[in-house]
């Protein structure tokens, strides 16, 4: 879900925070970021990362 912030409700969040949040997104290259809201402010930012593994051949159990 995206959601774009109008001008006044973006000036309520603080400068450090904003970087935090894009710092987040520049960091993963497959996944999601979650931003955690609690009573109007941001309490935290959460990363989840996809890390895809490619096997030339597939891997065999041993008895």
Do not use: N, W, Y
Not at 6 to 33: C, H, M, N, W, Y
Not at 48 to 63: L, M, W
């Amino acid at each position: 879900m995206i959601h774009s912030a109008t001008p006044q409700s973006s000036q309520l969040i603080p400068q450090d925070i904003k970087q935090e949040i894009l710092r987040a997104i520049a960091r993963i290259q497959f996944g999601s970021v979650e931003i955690i809201i609690h009573d109007g402010q941001v309490m935290q930012i959460e990363c989840r990362e996809k890390i895809r593994v490619r096997h030339a051949d597939p891997i065999q159990k041993t008895k």
